[in-house]
């Protein structure tokens, strides 16, 4: 039985108290195996997941069930979850900063960062702009110690433990790797987003880089 706190949030939703972000991704992952009567929206965020309760669902039962989700290892996206391929061009600013932080060369960092699977443990920040979590703890890094006015749409960045690329341009402390031409948010796509939680996501060198 999980012992993560369950706490009401209105009257129709729950929310669930994690460790971290790692917990979170594992967590919705056995939520969506479980699929307990009643379960409506999940919405993942760093260390919670609200959980929504369908209409008319018995707000008891489903925290009942909560309590019954065990976490496993984080798994790959399977089912309705979507599976990403990114092509990047390694051309950021900040790579040689990146390169001195973790103690690899640029090339190593670029073969870290396109060898890792990475899953998009939730979205946030603005529309289209996933954190995704790998599984390479070398690609860990602060943010830059001081923010940038402007990134430009397309920014493929890293920062803590996440990488992500930034939908549209904006200002931004992440530390800057690479770049992408693949539209994170697309009024004319179903659903919008590119990068939606629990998909998998593998970024890939460019043509030419």
């Known amino acids: ?12 939703a729950l929310l ?11 967590w919705v992952d056995a939520l969506r195996q479980l699929a307990p009567p009643g379960l409506g929206e999940v919405v993942p965020a760093a260390e919670t997941v609200l959980v929504v309760a369908e209409e008319g669902a018995d707000l008891r039962t489903l925290r009942a069930a909560l309590r019954g989700v065990v976490p496993g290892p984080v798994r790959q996206a399977s089912g309705s979850s979507a599976s990403v391929e990114i092509p990047v061009r390694y051309d950021g600013p ?3 900063d990146v390169a001195r932080l973790t103690g690899l060369s640029e090339a190593e960092v670029v073969r870290a960062h396109t060898g890792a699977t990475w899953r998009v443990a939730f979205g946030g920040f603005a529309p289209g702009f996933g954190y ?8 860990h890094v602060p943010r830059r110690e001081t923010s940038r006015t402007r990134v430009p749409a397309g920014a493929v960045a890293l920062a803590g433990s996440y990488t992500g690329v930034y939908p549209r341009e904006s200002p931004g402390g ?4 690479g770049t992408t031409d693949a539209p994170m948010w697309d009024l004319d796509r179903d659903p919008p ?8 996501v593998r970024f890939v060198p460019a043509d030419g880089t």
């Open 193 to 200: 987003a590119l990068l939606t939680p629990g998909a998998t």
């Open 132 to 139: 995704l979590v790998g599984d390479d703890d070398r690609l």
């Open 174 to 177: 992440w530390q800057l790797i």
């Open 16 to 26: 669930v108290e994690l460790e971290d972000t790692a917990q979170v991704v594992a």
């Open 1 to 12: 039985m999980s012992d993560a706190p369950v706490r009401p949030y209105g009257d129709r």
């Open 94 to 96: 900040d790579l040689p």
